[in-house]
């Protein structure tokens, strides 16, 4: 790629799009940008020097046509102004896909793929790699907890990245090693069926040079791809890579190796086993130290708005997660119910998309049905104008939790307010809109009332 003294990003205040923008800063590129609104994202952003307006206005753009990279997020719509303007201008304009795609290439990558549960387990690698001494640089699609960030940088050649399947970004990459963690029917707005979902995540195996690590089940073949095909999974001595569960978390890890015994991952749920093994494929692939990687899983705080734990007393608990999809979900509440088995259980689900929640409405509304109480908010929209008739109503109307509720997010910390705690209680906020706005709300009014205030 030919060398750029700026590099101006269209929606800098991405989780994708601030990783990189992050990485061209502490190259030491002159980086700035445009998002639509502030966040605590965009204010890390321009406290380490980043410059970012909130307004759709050319005369921010970089002039030095020549000299200026222009990088814009699929998420932006067509028709923006400073997107239009630099297109109809000269400037040199690629989506973050490609920009990733150029980073990566020439280095050793390590990707991370999958409809769920690629945030979690690419930001495990990242720290088993670190932690073990190894070190890596890494593009998260999350703010990893054991650092603060969603950006590694080390100055060897390992590369951990998060494969994105939306608008089919992940073809950009061609790993060394891959874990696919599930191929489900998602973003049907992009595919149209899950038959095509399916055709991508086959091309980006067939683009992977050494190994595949799939979830036990994908359908994934010696056909689609002249890398090594192995598997992993939670509990099923069938996969190459499994967890054979013991008390309290702890677990054998499997591999075609040998064992690695009484592991624990650092944040709870079977889930995140399942995530952890997939993690350790990857890593025992590349060559780690087992007991190193034991250590690493051991030391992992997580992801910000993945299982995320805000309040955590004996008899009232409320976790954070970033679950959209209806598999996600069903996970999420599964792996929840089996830690806290006794507890009244409050779901808080703010769907993701208009076409998402068309498209899936009867999924949502059987995985939400396995809680206590249900709260539903209106649809964040994200990147889509309204579809007629497609409201948070769909699902509510064939959920049955023994109780719902439907409210707008505005009302809601008034409702968590209103709410009487008896026995122990659990509440958990889900969805990828700006739920998350309100999470240190809710964990302060939960908190007061634990606390008699």
């Known amino acids: 790629m030919k060398t750029y003294r700026n590099i101006y990003f269209i929606g800098i205040g991405g989780i994708g799009m601030s990783a990189i923008a992050r990485y061209y800063n502490a190259k030491g590129f002159h980086v700035s940008g445009y998002d639509k609104t502030p966040s605590p994202l965009t204010h890390a952003l321009e406290d380490e020097g980043i410059e970012i307006h909130y307004t759709d206005d050319t005369s921010y753009v970089p002039k030095d046509v020549e000299d200026t990279l222009v990088v814009y997020t699929p998420a932006i719509p ?85 494969a994105d399947e939306f608008d089919r970004s992940f073809l950009q990459l061609f790993p060394e090693i891959a874990v696919i963690t599930s191929m489900d029917a998602d973003h049907l707005d992009i595919y149209g069926d899950e038959a095509h979902i399916k055709e991508a995540f086959k091309a980006f195996a067939s683009q992977v040079s050494g190994t595949v690590i ?5 359908d994934l073949t010696a056909e689609d791809t002249k890398a090594k095909i192995l598997t992993y999974a939670y509990d099923d001595e069938t996969a190459d890579f499994y967890a054979r569960p013991a008390e309290k978390g702890h677990f054998d890890l499997h591999y075609p190796g040998g064992v690695i015994k009484d592991c624990v ?3 709870p749920g079977w889930v995140n086993i399942e995530n ?83 498209d899936f409405a009867p999924e949502f509304a059987a995985a939400l049905s396995k809680v206590d109480r249900l709260v539903l908010l209106d649809i964040y929209p994200a990147r889509e104008e309204p579809i007629p008739g497609v409201t948070s109503e769909i699902i509510y109307k064939d959920a049955t939790a023994p109780s719902k509720v439907l ?26 809109g700006d739920i998350d706005r309100l999470v240190g709300q809710i964990g302060t009014i939960l908190t007061k009332k634990h606390n008699g205030q």
């Open 78 to 162: 067509k028709d923006m102004g400073e997107l239009v303007y630099v297109q109809q201008n000269g400037y040199r304009v690629i989506k973050r896909s490609r920009m990733l795609g150029e980073i990566a290439q020439g280095q050793r990558c390590m990707a991370v793929a999958g409809t769920h549960g690629k945030t979690t387990t690419s930001t495990l690698l990242s720290h088993l790699f670190t932690a073990s001494g190894e070190g890596c640089s890494a593009f998260l699609g999350g703010i990893s907890k054991n650092y603060d960030s969603n950006l590694l940088i080390h100055e060897n050649d390992v590369i951990v990245a998060e």
């Open 214 to 218: 799939a979830k036990k089940g994908l």
């Open 265 to 267: 991952v650092g944040i």
């Open 276 to 358: 952890g093994v997939g993690a350790s494929a990857i890593a025992l692939t590349y060559g780690l130290d087992p007991e190193k990687i034991k250590t690493a899983l051991a030391s992992f705080s997580g992801v910000k708005r993945r299982f995320d734990m805000q309040v955590n007393f004996d008899n009232l608990v409320y976790i954070d997660d970033y679950a959209h999809h209806p598999n996600e979900i069903a996970a999420a509440i599964s792996s929840t119910r089996e830690r806290y088995p006794d507890f009244r259980y409050t779901a808080i689900f703010q769907p993701h998309l208009y076409t998402r929640t068309r």
């Open 407 to 432: 409210l707008k997010k505005e009302e809601l910390p008034d409702w968590i307010q209103n709410q009487e705690l008896s026995g122990k209680e659990l509440f958990m906020t889900l969805g990828a």
